[in-house]
């Protein structure tokens, strides 16, 4: 890629074609290439590497590393989208052609870790955007992270769409030997044309089951994100069966099953893709998200009631989806809770966007 021959010149052209990028925070360049047409790179210097997940969340961790923001994986229904309106760029196309690079979230989370107060926690990556997406070929961020997380001795969380995992599966090896390395591949459409239609900007269907394969070759018992399940496109019985199928013969050992959600930001942008290309199913989703984020919980309910004797005949671990309504209202509960007691860490949550 001739990434240094496509930096754009902000003064020559008049100005950036969105004012919002000139208060990126340690904005370094912009760059595109044809190799990833119509999306533009922002490089910036990170304050931060580490962030805390506030403590309301039902998820099952409580730090993380993003390296990028904004996914060219272009994912229609990601629910990551309302986070680049902290940016001053919109949840849609900004989402998936403007995005954020991190260029010394390496050598930043280096520092962080080597602080006294780090308590060794899990760290997870891929929680709000993908570190596996395209670009990660070119910028190299991830073996950095892995070391820097192995060598402090901080257990590693991994949850993907990209297939460059495989490039790192030896590193991952290595660091497995040091702190426990947990892999998942994110693989919610097993119809190619509806995967693409989804998903433009992810690797194939095959090719994340190939890697799959190639993580528990290497070892590792990976686990199968089957998410989001799509009301109508994706949650038949035999598209299901045939998923799992899928999924068990891969080699994972765990599948993360639940109903698409839709919150804020991804939700304008799902809906509409769904009365461009589903308007049979407009008034459907309609109904189960136009007030709502979540599914009616009648319909996750049945969701898991034929899910789950299909694990069984597959021999997958059955795990629900984490972020539903239940699990945060227990999550608050426990929030509270913690608020109550003393702190136990001292190291500072990093509020900075970089």
Same mark, same amino acid.
């Given at each position: 890629?001739r990434?240094s021959g ?8 008049? &100005? ?33 590497a ?5 403590a ?8 993380t590393?993003?390296?990028? =923001?904004?996914c060219? *994986?272009?994912?229609v229904?990601?629910? @990551?989208?309302?986070s *680049? ?7 849609? @196309?900004?989402?998936? %052609?403007?995005?954020?690079?991190k ?13 006294r107060?780090?308590a ?17 070929g070119?910028?190299?961020l991830?073996?950095?992270i892995?070391?820097a ?23 991952l ?15 919610a ?5 509806l995967?693409? #239609? ?19 070759? @290497?070892?590792?018992r ?8 799509m ?13 799992? #199928? %899928?999924?068990?013969e891969?080699? @994972?050992?765990?599948?993360?099953? &639940?109903?698409? *959600?839709?919150?804020p930001g ?7 893709w ?23 919980? &009648? ?13 069984a005949?597959h ?7 984490e972020? %539903?309504?239940e %699990?945060?209202?227990?999550?608050? &509960? =426990?929030a509270?809770r ?12 990093q509020?900075?966007?970089?």
């Open positions: 890629m990434w496509q930096e754009i010149d902000q003064e020559a052209a008049g &100005g950036p074609t969105n004012p919002a990028l000139l208060s990126l925070s340690g904005l370094v360049r912009s760059v595109t290439t044809p190799e990833f047409r119509g999306v533009t790179f922002h490089e910036v210097t990170a304050k931060s580490l962030n805390k997940v506030p309301a969340s039902s998820m099952p961790f409580d730090w590393v993003n390296p990028y =923001r904004g060219s *994986h272009a994912c229904y990601c629910f @990551a989208r309302s *680049h309106r902290y940016l001053d760029l919109d949840a849609g @196309a900004d989402f998936d %052609q403007q995005v954020i690079v260029v010394n979230v390496a050598e930043v989370l280096r520092t962080e870790l080597a602080k107060s780090w060794r926690e899990l760290v997870a990556l891929g929680t709000n955007t993908d570190p596996y997406q395209r670009a990660e070119r910028y190299r991830m073996p950095g892995i070391d997380l192995g060598e402090s001795g901080t257990p590693i969380s991994i949850l993907t769409k990209g297939t460059l995992l495989r490039r790192d599966l030896p590193q090896g290595r660091a497995a030997e040091k702190v426990p390395v947990d892999l998942s591949m994110s693989i459409v097993f119809d190619d044309e995967q693409k #239609a989804v998903e433009p900007g992810t690797p194939s269907t095959a090719a994340r089951l190939a890697t799959v394969r190639a993580a528990a070759d @290497a070892g590792f990976v686990t199968v994100f089957l998410m989001p399940i009301p109508w496109l994706t949650d038949s019985n035999a598209q299901l069966e045939s998923a799992l #199928a %899928q999924i068990a891969a080699g @994972a050992v765990r599948v993360v099953f &639940g109903a698409l *959600h839709l919150r991804a939700k304008e942008w799902f809906l509409e769904i009365q461009r290309e589903h308007p049979e199913l407009a008034v459907g989703y309609q109904r189960f998200y136009g007030n709502a984020s979540y599914a009616p919980s &009648g319909y996750r309910k049945d969701l898991a009631r034929r899910v789950r004797p299909l694990l005949r021999g997958l671990d059955p795990h629900e989806d972020d %539903q309504p %699990q945060r209202r227990l999550s608050a &509960g =426990r509270a913690r608020a109550e007691a003393p702190a136990a860490l001292d190291l500072t949550p509020p900075a966007l970089f």
